[in-house]
C-alpha cells in the first residue's frame, strides 16, 4: 500500500488546509479540536477552539472551570454532553495522571467522552502511535475507494471499516497518514460533487470504476423523529424573570431555560393560560398577557421541537416555585448562563 501512503500524504502537503490545531499538536490541542469538531463544521469549530484555548491554555486550567463556564463557552455548539464529558475529561487527567494525557490508547479509551475515534487521533497525532481513524470522511474514502456495500452505521460495517482503515495504516507516520485521509474526505472526496475527474487515486477506486461513488458510503435509514411541543412561559416581574435549570436525562441538561408546560399537541396562548398546570405555577396571582411569540420549530438529532414563547407580567413575585431549578433573576444577568440556542434565538429576534 506504498502507493495509498505516498498519495496521500501527498496530496496532503499541496492541499491541506492552514487550521490552528495543527500548529503545534499537543495531546491537549488534538483532543480539544477534535471534541469540538464533532459534528461541528470546521469553519464554526475554529472560532470556539480559538475562545476555548484563550481561556484555558491546558488541560489544568480548564478542569479548574466549573462546568456552567464550560457550558456558557459551549453555548451555540449543541450536544451538550460533549461538553460536560470535556470537562469532566479534563478533571480526569489531571487527578489520574498529573495533568498529562496518557501515551496510550487503551487508558486514552477509557477517559470520559472519548471513543475509539478520539483516542486514535490523540494517539496518532499527538504521539505517533500506530492507531487508525475512523471518521465520516473515512469512512466515505474508503467505502468509494473499495466500493463496499456494508452500511456504515451498523456494527458489521463499524468493524468492517475499522480493520480496513488498520491494515492501510502508514505505521511509519500514523498521525500524518491519518490526518491525511480524513483532509481528503472533507476536501476532494466529498459527499456531494467529489473531484473523481482529478482525483488522484482514480485508478485505484472501484466505485469510480462501477459508477457507484454517489451510492457510497450506504447507510441505513435514521431512526423515526419524534416532535415535541414547548409552550414556554417568559414570566417577568419588575426588572427580573423566573429560569429554569434543566435536570435529568431530558435534552440540554443543566442548561438554562425558562418554565414550560409542554404538550402531546399545539396549544394556543388562551389554552396555554387555562390549563391546571398553568393555575399551578402562577399561584393564581394577578397577571398581564403582554404577548406571544411566533412558532419557533428547532430540530435535534431524532427530536423536533416546536416551541412558543407566552410572556406574562406579574405584580409580585411567586413563592412556591422558588428552588434550585426554578428561579427569578435580574434580567440584565440573563447573558451569565448557559442557554439553548432555542432560547438564544428567542432572546435575540
Given at each position: 500500500?506504498?502507493?495509498?501512503?505516498?498519495?496521500l500524504?501527498?496530496?496532503?502537503?499541496?492541499?491541506?488546509?492552514?487550521?490552528?490545531?495543527?500548529?503545534?499538536?499537543?495531546?491537549?490541542i488534538?483532543?480539544?479540536?477534535?471534541?469540538?469538531?464533532?459534528?461541528?463544521r470546521?469553519?464554526?469549530?475554529?472560532?470556539?477552539?480559538?475562545?476555548?484555548?484563550?481561556?484555558?491554555?491546558?488541560?489544568?486550567?480548564?478542569?479548574?472551570?466549573?462546568?456552567?463556564?464550560?457550558?456558557?463557552m459551549?453555548?451555540?455548539?449543541?450536544?451538550?454532553?460533549?461538553?460536560?464529558?470535556?470537562?469532566?475529561?479534563?478533571?480526569?487527567?489531571?487527578?489520574?495522571?498529573?495533568?498529562?494525557?496518557?501515551?496510550?490508547?487503551?487508558?486514552?479509551?477509557?477517559?470520559?467522552?472519548?471513543?475509539?475515534?478520539?483516542?486514535?487521533?490523540?494517539?496518532?497525532?499527538?504521539?505517533?502511535?500506530?492507531?487508525?481513524?475512523?471518521?465520516?470522511?473515512?469512512y466515505?474514502?474508503?467505502?468509494?475507494?473499495?466500493?463496499?456495500?456494508?452500511?456504515?452505521?451498523?456494527?458489521?460495517?463499524?468493524?468492517?471499516?475499522?480493520?480496513?482503515?488498520?491494515?492501510?495504516?502508514?505505521?511509519?507516520?500514523?498521525?500524518?497518514?491519518?490526518?491525511?485521509?480524513?483532509?481528503?474526505?472533507?476536501?476532494?472526496?466529498?459527499?456531494?460533487?467529489?473531484?473523481?475527474?482529478?482525483?488522484?487515486?482514480?485508478?485505484?477506486?472501484?466505485?469510480?470504476?462501477?459508477?457507484?461513488?454517489?451510492?457510497?458510503p450506504?447507510?441505513?435509514?435514521?431512526?423515526?423523529?419524534?416532535?415535541?411541543?414547548?409552550?414556554?412561559?417568559?414570566?417577568?416581574?419588575?426588572?427580573?424573570?423566573?429560569?429554569?435549570?434543566?435536570?435529568?436525562?431530558?435534552?440540554?441538561?443543566?442548561?438554562?431555560?425558562?418554565?414550560?408546560?409542554?404538550?402531546?399537541?399545539?396549544?394556543?396562548?388562551?389554552?396555554?393560560?387555562?390549563?391546571e398546570?398553568?393555575s399551578?405555577?402562577?399561584?393564581?396571582?394577578?397577571?398581564?398577557?403582554?404577548k406571544?411569540?411566533?412558532?419557533?420549530?428547532?430540530?435535534?438529532?431524532?427530536?423536533?421541537?416546536i416551541?412558543?414563547?407566552?410572556?406574562?407580567?406579574?405584580?409580585?413575585?411567586?413563592?412556591?416555585?422558588?428552588?434550585?431549578?426554578?428561579?427569578?433573576?435580574?434580567?440584565?444577568?440573563?447573558?451569565?448562563?448557559?442557554?439553548?440556542?432555542?432560547?438564544?434565538?428567542?432572546?435575540?429576534?
Amino acid at each position: 500500500m506504498d502507493f495509498l501512503h505516498d498519495t496521500l500524504i501527498n496530496w496532503y502537503a499541496k492541499n491541506q488546509r492552514d487550521l490552528p490545531w495543527r500548529q503545534h499538536p499537543t495531546p491537549y490541542i488534538v483532543w480539544l479540536s477534535e471534541v469540538i469538531l464533532q459534528q461541528t463544521r470546521v469553519n464554526q469549530g475554529r472560532d470556539y477552539y480559538l475562545r476555548f484555548v484563550d481561556r484555558w491554555p491546558s488541560v489544568d486550567a480548564l478542569a479548574q472551570a466549573s462546568e456552567e463556564e464550560v457550558l456558557k463557552m459551549w453555548q451555540g455548539l449543541g450536544y451538550y454532553s460533549r461538553a460536560r464529558n470535556l470537562h469532566q475529561c479534563a478533571k480526569q487527567v489531571v487527578e489520574q495522571y498529573g495533568g498529562q494525557f496518557p501515551a496510550d490508547f487503551e487508558k486514552l479509551r477509557k477517559l470520559k467522552g472519548i471513543g475509539d475515534y478520539t483516542a486514535a487521533a490523540i494517539a496518532s497525532i499527538a504521539f505517533n502511535l500506530p492507531h487508525a481513524v475512523v471518521d465520516g470522511n473515512v469512512y466515505r474514502v474508503l467505502s468509494r475507494l473499495f466500493d463496499i456495500e456494508t452500511p456504515i452505521n451498523i456494527s458489521e460495517g463499524q468493524n468492517h471499516f475499522a480493520r480496513l482503515a488498520d491494515e492501510l495504516l502508514n505505521r511509519k507516520q500514523p498521525g500524518l497518514h491519518n490526518q491525511a485521509m480524513m483532509e481528503f474526505g472533507a476536501l476532494h472526496c466529498t459527499p456531494k460533487n467529489p473531484n473523481c475527474l482529478l482525483c488522484p487515486l482514480q485508478a485505484q477506486c472501484l466505485a469510480f470504476e462501477r459508477q457507484t461513488v454517489m451510492q457510497r458510503p450506504v447507510k441505513l435509514q435514521k431512526l423515526k423523529v419524534t416532535t415535541r411541543y414547548f409552550n414556554y412561559l417568559v414570566i417577568r416581574t419588575n426588572d427580573s424573570i423566573y429560569l429554569h435549570k434543566r435536570s435529568g436525562n431530558d435534552i440540554w441538561k443543566n442548561l438554562y431555560d425558562f418554565p414550560c408546560i409542554e404538550s402531546e399537541k399545539p396549544m394556543t396562548a388562551e389554552e396555554v393560560i387555562g390549563s391546571e398546570k398553568f393555575s399551578q405555577l402562577i399561584e393564581n396571582k394577578n397577571f398581564t398577557l403582554v404577548k406571544n411569540s411566533a412558532t419557533y420549530t428547532h430540530k435535534l438529532t431524532h427530536r423536533t421541537i416546536i416551541a412558543q414563547f407566552i410572556e406574562i407580567k406579574l405584580e409580585e413575585k411567586l413563592l412556591r416555585i422558588e428552588t434550585k431549578d426554578l428561579f427569578l433573576t435580574p434580567e440584565k444577568e440573563l447573558e451569565n448562563y448557559p442557554i439553548p440556542r432555542l432560547i438564544d434565538l428567542y432572546l435575540n429576534n
